[in-house]
């Protein structure tokens, strides 16, 4: 059974870093695609960025775009995504997804779930 460990939330000031890690287990991930959503009080879940496994390519949200970079660790199973340049309006819960696709940019095309990581940006 897919399994999805984050791992790196936390509180930081606006204009600070924060990196998440996922680490996967129980399954062969070289044709999975993984990504981060995330979700803010009273917001639909949305997507944030994705990266594929076996090429490496990527994906980001507008709003994300130039701050935040997502990268893998392929010995380790484990996804990052590195914040740069926070804004209070990244404050969300963060979740890492995982698909059996070449991409994921929808909810709908997630398969597996991690639990979930919050992030609170203040001002």
């Known amino acids: 059974q897919v399994q999805l460990v984050e791992s790196g939330g936390g509180l930081v000031q606006a204009g600070g870093s924060l990196r998440l890690s996922c680490t996967a287990s129980g399954g062969t991930f070289s044709s999975y695609a993984m990504g981060w959503f995330r979700q803010a009080p009273g917001k639909a879940r949305e997507f944030v960025a994705a990266?594929?496994?076996?090429?490496?390519?990527?994906g980001y949200a507008d709003s994300v775009k130039g701050r935040f970079t997502i990268s893998t660790d392929n010995a380790k199973n484990t996804v990052y995504l590195q914040m740069n340049s926070l804004k209070p309006e990244d404050t969300a819960v963060y979740y890492c997804a995982a698909a059996p696709r070449p991409t994921i940019t929808t909810s709908a095309s997630v398969y597996y779930w991690g639990q979930g990581t919050q992030v609170t940006v203040s001002s």
């Open positions: 990266v594929n496994w076996s090429g490496g390519n990527t």
